[in-house]
């Protein structure tokens, strides 16, 4: 019997809502290197309008745009039936879905009529383990809990997320797949001479957004206690401060102290990660945790609260603290400078972080694919 080929066809919604962001890189990493290993693979993109970027990019990757239906006037008739016009028009344009597969980068369901099997990625639990975070989450909820009941395979990016969701989706039992994912090629240990963007004082470093769960609160409060803050500062790379935050950072009087990188390139934050004493994660919960290996690629010491997902990635490279306990994060700091001898720890996390490859990733998808295109 010969065998099938492979052709996917791709929702574009995650270009939209994070182009820059860890879910659209697994995406741009990965299918130019399942086009790589199979010249026969069609990936066949399909996009809401022609505003996107940082798309992933090979010559057996195509991009459909459904644009059309925003040309349609006058815009205030039409725009009651927008969703079902674009549906129709990817129904349209997908052609025969019998022999295709398709894709959800987030939780959107095929067109209607769709004939063809449907795999879907699970990055996290967050929306259902903290909705005080993501006001009018219910939609995305309906939306995933559909995706995931309908899906003929489901992806997770860690063991700790597959476990978060057979607990609150019975349906998603005996059809998940973990998919672990890495770090970019850039992350990786610099000399001095090779440091372009040269910080001038010691400093420890925080990476990332800064909302509820991800304790940035807890960081400041340690940090606030820490005897050492005068000589050593906490350097923030993300996005602009919060009024609550600026006022926070006033009251614990660390307004000299720490320093906030905005919109900075890989590159930049390379530098970043070679130069800090520290890489500190104290998030409470993650799907997986690419900083983590970003920061032990590059050769910098970690300091990460203990959550299922870290401990997954990371092992036992960081020096741990309790979630959440600002206390215990000040004991971690303390250890960590008191003690000299951390190069076989960052020498461990190096070989760790190089564990984890695109390619690995990228492989076991596509095989998983595979597999489901011949049943």
């Known amino acids: 019997m010969t065998e099938k080929n492979l052709f996917l066809i791709i929702d574009g919604i995650i270009f939209e809502k994070t182009p820059y962001g860890g879910i659209a890189r697994i995406f741009t990493n ?44 006058p815009w205030r008739l039409w725009k009651p039936y927008f969703k079902t016009i674009q549906n129709l028009l990817l129904r349209i344009r997908a052609g025969n879905t019998k022999n295709k597969i398709w894709l959800s980068t987030y939780f959107t369901r095929p067109p ?13 639990m967050i929306y259902e383990l903290f909705p005080e975070v993501m006001p009018n989450s219910t939609p995305t909820i309906i939306m995933k809990e559909k995706a995931i009941n309908n899906a003929d395979e489901i992806f997770c990016i860690s063991e700790s997320t597959a476990v978060d969701l057979y607990q609150l989706y019975e349906k998603s039992k005996g059809k998940t797949n973990v998919l672990h994912l890495s ?36 960081l400041l409060n340690a940090y606030s206690q820490w005897n050492r803050k005068g000589k050593i500062k906490l350097v923030a790379v993300g996005h602009s401060w919060s009024a609550d935050e600026e006022k926070t950072i006033d009251n614990l009087g660390l307004s000299n102290n720490i320093i906030l990188f905005e919109k900075i ?19 409470r919960y993650e799907g997986f945790g690419i900083p983590l290996l970003e920061a032990m690629a590059c050769g910098c010491p970690v300091v990460a609260s203990r959550i299922p ?56 998808f596509y095989s998983n694919l595979k597999t489901i295109n011949a049943n």
């Not at 090979?58 to 459909?64: K, L, R, V």
């Not at 720890?345 to 490859?357: C, N, P, Q, S």
């Open 30 to 73: 990965i299918l130019p290197i399942m086009c790589d290993m199979d010249p026969e693979l069609k990936i066949t993109l399909f996009l809401r309008n022609d505003r996107y970027y940082n798309l992933p990019e090979h010559n057996q990757i195509s991009t459909i745009f459904l644009s059309d239906v925003y040309k349609l006037r």
């Open 112 to 124: 209607f009529n769709w004939q063809g099997k449907e795999v879907v990625w699970v990055f996290d």
């Open 183 to 218: 770090h970019d090629d850039i992350f990786t240990v610099r000399s001095k001479n090779e440091i372009d963007h040269h910080i001038p004082y010691p400093f420890i470093l925080y990476v990332g957004r800064r909302t509820h769960y991800k304790d940035f609160d807890i």
């Open 265 to 283: 390139s890989d590159d930049v934050l390379c530098d970043l990660y070679n130069q800090a004493k520290a890489f500190i994660y104290p998030s």
């Open 309 to 364: 997902s870290t401990t997954e990635v990371a092992g036992n490279i960081p020096i741990y603290f309790e979630p959440s306990d600002s206390e215990s994060l000040l004991d971690a700091l303390n250890f960590l400078f008191s003690h000299n001898n951390l190069q076989e720890r960052i020498d461990l996390g190096i070989e760790k972080a190089a564990e984890f490859t695109w390619e690995k990733t990228a492989k076991m």
